[in-house]
């Protein structure tokens, strides 16, 4: 039990779920990724030192982090995400007090559902409103995205720090990676939901790995700016990229095919989603799979287990890798009469073929950062 009162704030912020548009936001597309409401909380007082004390419900250790030695802490097994979201706000000129910090994260760990989005961001959130700042969470999003980037060490992009911050309830964001313009969309599915389900692979290179890929659509960009005034992958149409993919060959032709595509998908399946178009949804959500599968290469064995037992259930119009991939989850349209029967089946025939089972997730679509004042 937490004995609330003992803190002065709650502060969440969410885990995200991206419906379409993998592997775009680094290379200046629109993402359609919308918050859930599995978040990090974290519970804030001041303790009137230069320490930042933290301390999880779900781990025995406490880790005391010195405000002043915050650079020093980048190996640290628990704690480098809050070490490093605190040194960005910090260098971004704000100021931080010393706070003890009781954590409790209920978005699971590679999953692919930004659980370090949403520790990111609840730390910095819950440091500016421990120090009595109000804060844009555009800002905080920036920061977070810095933390995870120079800290952590992972060249992300900026879309699960964004909804992390700045989701909302029932709501999917189409942001534009290039601007930062953002339109919100109702997530309505009509008699469909969204089933998330975790393949519970263990993890291993995600981070060389997405790197590795970001530093292709980096070479792709090169190449392609020989002979075409383009300042990311996501300014160029689907025409333009034919006409032109001579400039490139091998992988590095694959994924800027990946990237080019999948942008042309998120406009499309943000018109099926307010049209209430859930059979042209889900076909969007399976081609944008199999292209994570064959040009990106970011799926792997569990992940395709998993869509491709999606696709055989006759409930389901579409199911796709969400996140980063190589592990994580995936999320299927499915109708709302045939949930109980799809989980059935895709945790029978996963478990047959995989050896372990995979895990449903239940969420709700949330709100980004969430701030109350605990009541004494
Ligand atoms: C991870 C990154 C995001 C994004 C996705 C893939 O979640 O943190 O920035 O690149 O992978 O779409």
Redesign the pocket.
């Known amino acids: 039990m937490i004995d609330e009162k003992c803190y002065d704030y709650k502060v969440t912020a969410a885990g995200r779920v991206?419906v379409i548009g993998?592997?775009?936001?680094?290379c200046g597309g629109k993402?359609f990724p919308a918050a859930l409401s599995l978040c990090n909380t974290v519970y804030v007082r001041p303790n009137g030192t230069d320490k930042i004390n933290l301390s999880w419900t779900t781990l025995p250790d406490r880790v005391s982090l010195d405000i002043n030695e915050l650079g020093s802490y980048k190996g640290l097994k628990y704690g480098n995400y809050q070490a490093g979201s605190a040194l960005m706000w910090k260098n971004a000129g704000h100021k931080l007090v010393g706070c003890d910090m009781l954590q409790i994260c209920k978005v699971p760990f590679g999953s692919?559902l930004?659980s370090s989005a949403a520790i990111e961001v609840s730390t910095i959130s819950a440091l500016a409103t421990v120090a009595g700042e109000k804060f844009n969470p555009i800002e905080v999003a920036l920061l977070a995205q810095r933390a995870e980037r120079d800290f952590v060490g992972?060249n992300?992009?900026?879309?699960?720090q964004y909804a992390s911050a700045c989701g909302k309830r029932g709501h999917a964001i189409l942001l534009d990676c290039k601007t930062l313009e953002r339109e919100y969309v109702p997530f309505a599915l009509g008699d469909y939901e969204l089933v998330i389900i975790n393949c519970n692979k263990p993890h291993s290179l995600v981070q060389s790995k997405?790197n590795e890929r970001r530093a292709e659509t980096e070479y792709a960009l090169n190449a392609l700016q020989k002979e075409l005034d383009i300042g990311c992958l996501a300014d160029l149409s689907v025409e333009d990229f034919y006409d032109y993919s001579r400039l490139l060959s091998g992988k590095v032709l694959d994924r800027a095919r990946h990237v080019v595509e999948e942008c042309e998908r998120v406009s499309e399946a943000v018109k099926a989603m307010k049209k209430g178009d859930m059979l042209g949804l889900g076909r969007l959500l399976t081609a944008s799979h199999k292209s994570l599968k064959d040009l990106y290469e970011v799926t792997g064995e569990e992940l395709d287990t998993l869509a491709s037992l999606a696709w055989k259930h006759p409930a389901c119009v579409g199911s796709r890798m969400t996140?980063?991939g190589f592990g994580g989850c995936t999320i299927s349209l499915v109708e709302k009469d045939g949930v109980v029967d799809f989980e059935k089946y895709v945790t029978e025939k996963y478990t047959e073929k995989i050896g372990y089972a995979p895990t449903a997730n239940k969420s709700e679509i949330g709100d980004g950062i969430t701030v109350t004042k605990i009541e004494k």
């Not at 993998?22 to 680094?26: A, L």
């Not at 992300?156 to 699960?160: E, L, P, S, T, Y």
């Open positions: 991206n993998e592997h775009v936001d680094y993402v692919g930004s992972v992300c992009g900026i879309m699960d997405y996140g980063g």
